[in-house]
């Protein structure tokens, strides 16, 4: 396992559409190891694998004290309610914005077994999902910002880890 250097923008690998994962073999086995070594390293609660240089479409949550999950080739079921949030992300170092996520999600995904499970999330974990889910298809929380306004810079010990 290693901790994997986190991109940043404006690395095109973060825009990019990543593609889905047709084999569970060992390169992706330690990419996950790697992405779930690499997660609490960086104090994130989500990572996805663009965000280490791999156009694939796998996602690791971690949030606090709870066992964390992987995702492979996520998909979003449902989404229902709006709330404003204060978003950040480790590609995009010094800076929090507005935006509007959803109250509740549900996103069915592959273990990294290739079993399929279902995810319901609300508050954090539905923000963490959508915010993850999202790098998969190269957006980013600056995509979803009312008016450049919503953008604050901050300090290091407040970065959010998604
Ligand atoms: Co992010």
């Given at each position: 396992m290693a901790v994997l250097p986190v991109r940043c923008v404006p690395d095109p690998v973060l825009r990019r559409r990543a593609k889905r994962v047709t084999s569970l073999d060992g390169s992706v086995q330690k990419l996950i190891d790697d992405m779930l070594e690499t997660m609490p390293a960086v104090s994130g609660v989500g990572l996805a694998a663009p965000q280490v240089g791999v156009s694939l479409r796998i996602v690791v949550i971690g949030l606090p004290d709870e066992e964390p999950v992987v995702m492979v080739n996520p998909e979003m079921v449902k989404r229902s309610g709006e709330r404003t949030v204060l978003e950040g992300c480790l590609s995009v170092p010094g800076y929090q914005g507005e935006i509007t996520r959803s109250v509740a999600v549900t996103v069915k995904a592959r273990d990294r077994r290739g079993k399929e499970f279902r995810v319901k999330g609300t508050e954090l974990l539905a923000q963490a999902l959508e915010h993850e889910l999202d790098h998969l298809n190269?957006?980013?929380?600056?995509?979803?910002?009312?008016?450049?306004?919503?953008l604050h810079g901050i300090e290091a010990e407040e970065e959010q880890g998604l």
């Open positions: 190269g957006v980013l929380y600056l995509d979803h910002l009312e008016s450049p306004d919503k």
